[in-house]
């Protein structure tokens, strides 16, 4: 029997992107004029902690913080507590797809041993592990170490490294694995055609605005047509 590779993204895919909304609403009110500088400060900071686990989510806003300038006493606080808001805000941001979660569970639920639910993110360490533990990913990723989030693995989509490594890593946990039985699920173009570069099967798919019962049945055809 093939292995058959259900690769996942999650933001876009499982959970929501990355929001922002505390910082970008303190730059609105605050100083409205620093608007893309705070664009830039985010994005430099982003693929920071996207490919270094050491990176954590407070050194991520206390980079940002130093570089916004903020006069917390106009604003009536100070760096530790606005520090304190942004990481719980941040966390609150976040949000499950669950009808995209139900989906998934339904396929994992048939325990078909051929087929393998995997994860293939961009995410810094401390959000990735509390968006898997705080909407029990667990439940349909039960394998861990097919888990695969960027910041671990010091590379990142769209780089065609990532996939690469990521299909050897497949490799050597089940040696008869084949690129043309990896599907791999993101909502971002960019990252499928990488992995169609490299030989995976994409597909794109956006939780917030393709129906969820498009991508059930894409899974379905493609578990059935690889079993063949």
């Excluded at 956006?206 to 047509?225: G, M, P, Q, R, Y």
């Amino acid at each position: 029997m093939k292995d058959i590779f259900l690769i996942f993204d999650c933001g876009g895919v499982l959970a929501n992107d990355m929001q922002y909304s505390l910082i970008k609403s303190l730059v609105t009110k605050y100083k409205p004029q620093d608007q893309s500088k705070l664009s830039s400060v985010l994005d430099r900071c982003w693929r920071k902690i996207r490919i270094d686990n050491t990176f954590t989510d407070v050194m991520f806003y206390q980079e940002v913080l130093k570089e916004m300038e903020f006069d917390y006493h106009a604003m009536g606080t100070d760096h530790d507590k606005l520090l304190n808001d942004l990481l719980v805000s941040t966390l609150t941001d976040f949000t499950c797809f669950n009808q995209t979660l139900d989906v998934l569970k339904q396929v994992a639920a048939k325990e078909n041993p051929n087929v393998h639910m995997c994860i293939l993110s961009n995410h810094g360490f401390n959000w990735f592990q509390y968006i898997f533990q705080h909407y029990s990913f667990d439940t349909v990723f039960k394998c861990y170490p097919l888990v695969m989030v960027s910041c671990d693995l010091h590379l990142y989509k769209p780089q065609l490294e990532i996939f690469e490594f990521s299909f050897n890593h497949l490799k050597t946990l089940y040696p008869k694995a084949d690129k043309q039985f990896c599907l791999f699920v993101d909502d971002k173009l960019a990252n499928c055609e990488a992995a169609k570069q490299v030989g995976f099967v994409p597909y794109q798919f956006n939780s917030a605005i393709n129906n969820v019962s498009d991508l059930k049945h894409t899974l379905e055809e493609f578990i059935s047509n690889s079993s063949k």
